[in-house]
């Protein structure tokens, strides 16, 4: 199946500093990618869908100041978490959906998530 | 708006057979699909259905009524590895909308 990477995996930051998370497909175009959070033990929230040359659609409730979306390229969207607190820290998962080749079922293609700390 | 709902826990035992339930409301139905998710890590692709009907895949299977708004995940032959969590997503207009999720503890 398709591979998508995310960048970092693991970061701890101290509170009022901005952290950069990289969502990459590697063997597909993804003209949309989706951010998601995730909290302990509940179920992933949809933050945004992040379209290619276009701006992100934000989810109601989330800040759009404070997580910048950009999906420079078919390949990369990058979530940058603005002036982060120790309420930010989560789990950030992206996904990609390929539109061509052979994703009969239309699947969403997730990266490994980034584990964000915040001090 | 979206509404989707799962049992929040669920224990069985290895060896026996399980069933998540799933119902959804939603504003459009492009497909329902299921993953598997383990603690720290993202979710990995169990099935897609967008017909009526069940979906085998080796130990496990989907099963879909859109009239009723309803699905489940059969799980057989349990191993311990199967402890996860199980989401239940329903793609209504090119995203993902996620139900909170089943936490499934086989116990020997």
């Known amino acids: 199946g398709a591979v998508v990477s995310q960048h970092p995996s693991r970061v701890i930051c101290k509170s009022g500093t901005s952290v950069k998370i990289e969502c990459r497909s590697l063997?597909?175009?993804?003209?949309?990618m989706f951010w998601y959070r995730q909290f302990p033990k509940q179920s992933l929230m949809l933050m945004a869908t992040?379209?290619?040359?276009?701006?992100?659609?934000?989810e109601q409730g989330v800040e759009k100041d404070k997580f910048l979306i950009n999906h420079a390229s078919l390949t990369l969207s990058t979530l940058t978490v603005t002036s982060a607190h120790p309420e930010d820290s989560s789990f950030y998962i992206c996904?990609?959906?390929?539109?061509?080749?052979?994703?009969?079922?239309?699947?969403?293609?997730f990266g490994p998530g980034t584990r964000l700390t915040v001090l | 708006g979206q509404n989707i709902d799962q049992p929040t826990e669920m224990t069985a035992t290895e060896g026996a057979i399980v069933q998540i339930n799933c119902t959804y409301q939603?504003?459009?139905?492009?497909?329902l699909f299921w993953y598997q998710q383990h603690a720290g890590e993202a979710p990995t692709f169990l099935s897609y259905?967008?017909?009526?009907g069940l979906e085998e895949k080796g130990r496990f299977s989907s099963f879909l009524s859109r009239s009723k708004g309803y699905s489940y995940l059969l799980l057989k032959e349990l191993q311990m590895k199967d402890s996860a969590s199980y989401l239940c997503?329903?793609?209504?207009?090119?995203?993902?909308?996620f139900g909170g999720g089943t936490r499934l503890m086989v116990k020997p």
């Open positions: 939603t504003s459009g139905f492009n497909g």
């Open positions: 992040s379209n290619e040359g276009s701006k992100a659609t934000y």
């Open positions: 997503a329903v793609d209504a207009g090119n995203m993902l909308t």
């Open positions: 063997d597909f175009q993804a003209t949309t």
């Open positions: 996904s990609a959906r390929d539109r061509g080749g052979e994703n009969l079922n239309n699947e969403q293609f």
């Open positions: 259905n967008v017909l009526d």
